[in-house]
């Protein structure tokens, strides 16, 4: 059963694009990634996707970030038998926080299938959850290895008819002392199985593990070959998903750029964005796989002719982009692979201009940003948000640029001096007072500049808490007194008395979540108790939930990094959809599938 691996293959998307469509999934995944907006696989994706349809084993070399969750369970989906009960599917993760994320990314990708079930387990959480949906029957079992060895010991997992094995980031499972469960879970389960095995670095250790259990792996490595332009200056600057907007305009505001190009991961994102800041003034326009050869050019010529400043694009739209009037390139999402990130920012600095790179990166995602630097050997320099105070100087400024400017227009000020002379005259007023309230019939209703009490974005982020990427082996009680599943929740919460404003959460039906899941999660993260929860409206892509109108920055700030169902709920205020109060929704939603 066991050979070599064979030699290393090297995953690169940025010379040879290969399209979703070309990669043999079936057509329900691949539906199902068009409507998420994926627009091209990534290196590991394309690399990995034809291999595992073929039924090899494969040993990838990737890290978080890179795309390999997609990589092992789009195939594993395209080749799924609903009709049988019995668990298909193994995904070993090192902690319950990335099981459940697997989970969520399966439920997603299976979206366009019927009746797939997917089912995490993990240590902390009660067994008879997992007994009763391992009875009702499962597909895919995405677990730590603790855990699943404790069911394999009392019989309630049955793994004979195991066709598909996914070791998932395998070298922090063995750096979490998983290495003898994880080669029991191999050695005991059918021969005949497919494995992939998934590691962001390759020691002896895991190399031996894949001599001995894998048969004929493939070995993918993400090629690293890299290299970036001196002329550009490369920046990050660490924001949490919801503060991406605010920040966005921010820099905007401060930064000296001629034409813009902000990068976005999905099609889908880029129209939104690109609305988003046409709203606040600026001329933007998006440009993705799905818009017209003939309407993306007539959107380059503009770019290029200055009647356009920022693109909001993909990366195949902007592939080959040659203008040189862009100034700028945003990293809004920063991207997976770091072919990607070197041919993003080769759309600056050209022709022998200065350029500047700016990427967001998010807490989760300093792992992307390390790699990045790896690759392309040079460290990117942090760069804090432009606070109010920044805003202000760079409006004063430009108010001044203006004045300075019209004075130069001679014909048009002679004109306009004799109206303002007769006006001082027949008023007695000074000509400063004239010229001020000038400017106020300029400016209109809009402020000229920001309340700096109105400082609402964190300038810098937390760093990421170790207790992130913890895992509980054992048994302990949940930490959440709601993720317990005992169902003790009373159907009511008491009304509350304080004053309350709505939340804007990004879950909802889609992801099956109930109330006791939101009110868990908030209480758990956030240090709420039950009395700060008013009504919750779960939407089918969202969840309105009313929390005291006085909640504080810190309480938000804590709640960045929170996941429900493993999705990030990326909570904000809601000022558009109030619950109405005659509309006190707690229907409970839907039963979860088997979870
Ligand atoms: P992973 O490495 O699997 O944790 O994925 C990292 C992020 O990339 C997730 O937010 C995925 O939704 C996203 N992603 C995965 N594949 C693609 C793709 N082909 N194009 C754009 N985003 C992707």
Same mark, same amino acid.
């Given at each position: ?41 990534? !290196? ?6 034809? *291999? ?24 594993? %989906? ?17 902690? #319950? ?141 660490? +924001? ?21 190009? +902000?990068? +976005? ?12 800041? #046409? ?14 050869? !003939? ?72 792992? %992307? ?21 920044? +805003? ?14 019209? %004075?130069?227009?001679?014909? &048009? ?31 209109? /209703? ?5 309340? *700096?009490?109105?400082?609402? *974005? ?35 919460? *008491? ?13 909802? &039906? &889609? ?18 108790? #039950? ?42 205020? /809601? ?21």
């Amino acid at each position: 059963m066991t050979t070599d691996t064979n030699a290393p293959i090297e995953a690169d998307t940025a010379d040879a694009v290969t399209a979703f469509s070309d990669l043999g999934l079936s057509d329900a995944v691949l539906k199902a990634v068009r409507e998420i907006g994926y627009e091209t696989p990534s !290196a590991i994706q394309a690399a990995t996707i034809p *291999p595992l349809l073929a039924g090899r084993d494969v040993v990838g070399l990737a890290q978080t970030g890179t795309g390999k969750t997609a990589a092992f369970a789009l195939p594993i %989906l395209s080749r799924l038998d609903v009709s049988q009960k019995k668990p298909q599917a193994l995904v070993l993760s090192p902690t #319950r926080e990335l099981a459940l994320q697997v989970c969520e990314a399966f439920e997603q990708y299976a979206s366009q299938m019927r009746g797939v079930h997917v089912l995490p387990v993990y240590g902390g959480q009660a067994y008879g959850v997992q007994l009763s949906a391992l009875r009702r029957g499962v597909h895919v079992v995405v677990g730590t290895p603790g855990r699943i060895m404790d069911h394999l010991a009392k019989g309630t997992l049955d793994l004979s008819e195991l066709k598909y094995l996914v070791l998932d980031e395998a070298d922090e499972m063995l750096k979490m002392g998983f290495a003898e469960d994880v080669e029991t879970i191999l050695a005991d389960t059918p021969d005949d199985k497919q494995v992939a095995l998934f590691s962001a670095t390759m020691p002896a250790q895991i190399r031996r593990i894949s001599k001995q259990y894998l048969n004929d792996a493939e070995e993918i490595t993400v090629k690293n070959k890299t290299t970036t332009s001196a002329n550009t200056t490369q920046r990050y600057l660490m +924001v949490s998903y919801p503060q991406k907007v605010d920040a966005l305009t921010r820099i905007l505001e401060v930064e000296n750029f001629e034409g813009m190009i +902000v990068f +976005v991961r999905t099609k889908s994102e880029t129209e939104t964005l690109a609305e988003k800041l #046409r709203a606040r003034g600026y001329s933007a326009a998006a440009i993705s796989g799905d818009v017209a050869q !003939a309407q993306r050019e007539r959107t380059v010529n503009q770019l290029k002719s200055g009647k356009l400043d920022i693109l909001v694009a993909t990366d195949v739209a902007a592939r080959g982009l040659d203008v040189d009037r862009i100034s700028h390139v945003v990293n809004y999402d920063i991207p997976i692979d770091t072919e990607s990130y070197v041919h993003r920012i080769g759309r600056t600095g050209r022709a022998g201009r200065s350029g500047a790179a700016i990427s967001f990166v998010t807490p989760r995602e300093r792992r %992307l940003l390390g790699a990045i630097e790896k690759a392309t050997r040079q460290p990117l320099t942090e760069m804090q948000l432009p606070s109010v105070e920044d +805003v202000n100087v760079t409006r004063l400024a430009r108010f001044d640029d203006a004045i300075t400017a019209a %004075l130069g227009q001679q014909d &048009r000020i002679s004109a306009f001096r004799d109206i303002v002379g007769h006006y001082v005259e027949h008023h007695d007023v000074p000509e400063a007072d004239v010229a001020a309230a000038l400017a106020v019939v300029a400016q209109g /209703d809009t402020p000229l500049l920001l309340d *700096p009490a109105a400082e609402r *974005p964190a300038r810098r982020e937390r760093p990421e808490r170790s207790s992130d990427r913890s895992f509980d082996r054992d048994d302990r009680a949940p930490r959440s007194f709601d993720r317990d599943d005992r169902g003790e929740r009373p159907e009511r919460r *008491p009304r509350t008395t304080k004053p309350m404003s709505p939340y804007r959460i990004e879950v909802g &039906r &889609r992801q099956r979540v109930e109330p006791r899941q939101i009110v868990g999660a908030l209480a758990n993260e956030g240090g709420l108790s #039950r009395e700060d929860f008013g009504a919750i409206q779960i939407r089918p892509d969202f969840s309105i939930v009313e929390l005291p109108a006085d909640l504080s920055k810190d309480v938000l700030d804590r709640l960045v990094d929170t996941r429900i169902s493993g999705k990030l709920i990326e909570i904000r205020p /809601d000022r558009r959809s109030a619950p109405r109060r005659d509309d006190r929704d707690e229907r409970p939603a839907r039963k979860p599938r088997h979870q």
